[in-house]
Structures are given as C-alpha cells and as structure tokens.
C-alpha cells in the first residue's frame, strides 16, 4: 500500500484529489494539511511514501516544503510531487532544484495523477509532459551549468552506467534500456542504483537533468 500525504490550501482541491487517489486499491491517503508548515510536520510524523504539494500556499510555500522534505542536506527524505495550477518556470525549476521528484499540473488526466504518485513512490522521476522539452532546455542553455564536465562524468561513472544515463536521457524505460543493451532490465536497475547516489541524485528525473545541465548530453543530440 502507497501511503501519501495531500498539501492544498484549497479544500475542494484537497478533498477532490483525496477522493481520486483514495479510489485506487494500492492508494491510501493518509493526512491531508492546508499549507506548508502543516505538512512538514505531518510528513515528518506518518513518514508517508509520497507527498502531494500545491506550491501556493500560505506561510511556508511549496517549494520551501519541498526542500524541507526532500533537499539535498535531508537525511532521510520523503518523496515529493507538486501538483500546480501553475506551470511558471520559477515554480518548476524551484521544484526540482529542491528535490521534487515529481512536478504535474493539476489539468492533468486523472489517470496521469494516479501513475505519478505511483512511478514517485517507486523511486522514479515524472514531469508533465508539456513542460519536459522547457525544462531541458532551460536546464541547458539558460541555467546556469555546474562546473562538472563530461571527463569529470566518465570519472564518476562506468562504461555501462553512462550508456544507460544516455539512453535515460533520451526518454527510455527500464525495459527499454535493456532491450537496448540486451540485458536484464534488473541489470538496469542495479546499475541506476549504483549510479544516482555517484550523481547526488535521487530520482531517474533528476540523473537526467543532472546530464543535461553538465552537457553529458545536449539539447537536440541524437
């Protein structure tokens, strides 16, 4: 059972979200909370799998939740994904950076919803579709790049974990990264696992913007 933690400071927003996650047999919402502060400490008591966050909200926002959850200096972090209303890049760039794993819009199909609580909770990255070629490009070209260069890459990873972050970056599963390599797709999995600790990294989202923002792979490249 996916247990998750819902953060709207709507309440029709926060009760309709509950009642479609609430109707999948694996999906148990287990504490909902109306703005960022609620939801830090109720995701630091029920240590939920996943949190659902809207980044406006009053007192702490989202994003600043976010961070609190699942930072980079967070010991033992709680998976998160924000939902918005709002596609601005200052909201979706701030998600990632403070380490979302997750970022969708709240138009969003009802069964997309559903997947990306699903694919957050199992330790995989998702990201609205209409944004992923902004969010790459912004990451590429406009951002500012961390001085980590594709040598410092090749020295952090193996032959066979950075054949599978290009295939990663390329939109592939598990299953099709293996199929690629002719391999076992829990081959695929170890080696992730392996990798994304090396990255700092905490979601196959996060290795992919991890390879574009260090031109490991760039915008356009086959």
Known sequence: MIRV?????????RAGLAALLAAERDLDVVGTASDGDEVVALASDLRPDVVCLDVRM???????AARE???PDVANPVPVLVLTTFDLDEYVFGALEAGASGFLLKDAEPNVIVHAVREVAAGRGTLDQALT???IREFATRRRLQPVTFQRGADLL???ERDILLLLAQGMSNEEIAERLVVE??????????MMPKL???SRLQ???WAYQNRVVAVGEP
């Open 200 to 202: 700092g990294v905490r």
């Open 133 to 135: 070629h902004r969010v």
């Open 185 to 194: 797709v829990s081959t695929v999995k170890s080696h992730l696992a392996r």
């Open 58 to 64: 009053p007192g702490r926002d989202g994003i600043s």
């Open 69 to 71: 959850l699942c930072g």
């Open 5 to 13: 933690v819902i953060a709207d400071d709507q309440a029709l927003a």
């Open 207 to 209: 290795a992919v913007v």
């Open 158 to 160: 193996t032959a066979r």
